[in-house]
């Protein structure tokens, strides 16, 4: 079946440390990956993706994540966080299955930051 | 804003009634999908159009739900004789087609309450 999992649903991390968050990605789901950040009733916004050639993809705001085709994983990762990075961060792929390229998404892990 | 916007962004109603959603997408994006997210769920993909053609529809998409974008411009999905289960946040997004990858772009959402 055509997956993207999130390891973990909710990840509690003190201001200022690191924070890795784990997406695995299903062999039949195209190596096209995203990662989206939710915040507070707000729609989806695209924190980075990977498409082709270098492995490691970053975004604006320090976020950074690693494709690993032999693990099929694109874990998101920050080496320092923010009270403001407070949201839920979705993994995504898309799925070449359909005729039109539809995102298959992980069920969500909230980050919740702490003072 | 040049954003994809949704409305209402929120709607309470009672089992059995009909509701309907709406979406206006990106001026310029050709290609339109409708998403829906549960709670504690990824957003799960319902239909995509490309222009005003309705190119494919998920399981998910019972004969309840229909959708329609009559002018390849904004879209609407309705639901039929809503059910409880049918409450869940749904959202829209849009994108132009260019090659094999299209970013898409992701409106607020339309929050469902089914009594």
């Not at chain 2, 769920?41 to 229909?66: C, H, I, M, V, W």
């Not at chain 2, 609407?76 to 087609?97: K, N, P, V, W």
Request: hydrophobic letters at 30%; charged letters at 20%.
């Amino acid at each position: 079946a055509q997956s993207v999992t999130q390891l973990d649903s909710q990840v509690p991390v003190f201001e200022e440390a690191p924070v890795e968050l784990r997406c695995n990605y299903s062999s039949s789901v195209s190596v096209y990956l995203f990662w989206y950040v939710q915040y507070p009733n707000q729609g989806l916004q695209l924190l980075l993706k990977y498409l082709s050639g270098s492995t490691l993809v970053e975004s604006i705001n320090g976020f950074e994540a690693e494709f690993n085709k032999s693990q099929t994983s694109f874990h998101l990762r920050k080496p320092s966080v923010h009270i403001s990075d407070t949201a839920e961060y979705f993994c995504a792929g898309l799925n070449y299955g359909g005729s039109q390229g539809n995102l298959i998404f992980g069920k969500g892990t909230k980050l919740s930051v702490k003072p | 804003d040049t954003g994809v916007s949704q409305d209402p962004r929120h709607k309470i109603t009672k089992r059995g009634q009909n509701v309907t959603f709406r979406c206006d997408p990106i001026s310029e994006h050709n290609r339109l999908y409708w998403y829906r997210q549960t709670l504690g769920q990824g957003p799960e993909f319902l239909t995509y159009f490309q222009n005003e053609a309705q190119l494919e529809k998920s399981r998910l998409l019972s004969d309840r739900f229909s959708a329609e974008r009559p002018k390849g411009s904004f879209s609407t999905l309705e639901i039929q004789r809503t059910e409880q289960g049918d409450s869940a946040m749904y959202l829209c997004a849009s994108s132009f087609s260019s090659g094999r990858y299209n970013e898409q772009f992701f409106g607020p959402g339309t929050r469902l309450t089914v009594l």
